[in-house]
């Protein structure tokens, strides 16, 4: 079992930046596909970057590409989702989720794919 904690969240202003981390126990993420969703109350969960188990793949959203990075450190059993000139369309609740049996360099959208979820952070942006 995996268990994945989210943290960094918070209240930003637009134009602002966060980095959230997602730590991971029980059994190393090293060898697994990482992935950030995010979800607003009454709209469905939707993917916002992923990274595969080797860091040298990433993919974005549209909505993110250009404002949003994802690196991992395995050492720490670390993923990160570093957030820049954040918008007030940005603000969710943001989820990590792991993914083990993974091809080595491959990314992974659909969050039905994923095995494993955090508990999610709150991002808030004021406009």
């Known amino acids: 079992q995996v268990q994945l904690v989210e943290s960094g969240g918070g209240l930003v202003q637009a134009g602002g930046s966060l980095r959230l981390s997602c730590a991971a126990s029980g059994r190393t993420v090293s060898r697994a596909a990482m992935g950030w969703f995010r979800q607003v109350p009454g709209k469905e969960r939707e993917f916002v970057a992923a990274i595969s188990m080797s860091g040298s793949s990433t993919y974005y959203a549209d909505s993110v590409k250009g404002r949003f990075t994802i690196s991992r450190d395995n050492a720490k059993n670390t993923v990160y989702l570093q957030m820049n000139s954040l918008k007030p369309e940005d603000a969710a609740v943001y989820y990590c989720?792991?993914?083990?049996?993974?091809?080595?360099?491959?990314?992974?959208?659909?969050?039905?794919?994923?095995?494993?979820w955090g508990q999610g952070t709150q991002v808030t942006v004021s406009s």
């Open positions: 989720a792991a993914k083990g049996s993974v091809s080595y360099n491959r990314v992974y959208e659909s969050q039905g794919l994923y095995d494993y």
